[in-house]
């Protein structure tokens, strides 16, 4: 387990976005939905499109290049054309920030 400071609560992200960014190397989408922030996986399982430059929309993203969506809290396939999974990262929120644990 390693946790990797991302930012205060308040200035990392507003309400129903998502950005993306690197951690050891890791490309992850990063999400704030409902005063709460999740992580997963930045690159869709169906093939290289970033998740970051889709849609949020129900608590799922929609990838940009087919229409996939995936749920972001579990990184559950919702739709065709994907047929894997997303993989999602543990997120922690204390009075210091936010913080992912990508391993
Ligand atoms: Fe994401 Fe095809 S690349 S649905």
Known sequence: ???HFLGAQESLLAEGEVKA?????MPVALY???DQYYATHNICTHQTALLSEGFIEDGSIECPLHQGR???RSGKALCAPLKENLR???VRTDADGVFVDVT
């Open 70 to 72: 995936f749920d972001i």
């Open 88 to 90: 999602t990262f543990r």
């Open 32 to 34: 704030r939905l409902a």
């Open 1 to 3: 387990m390693a946790w």
């Open 21 to 25: 960014i690197t951690v050891d190397d």
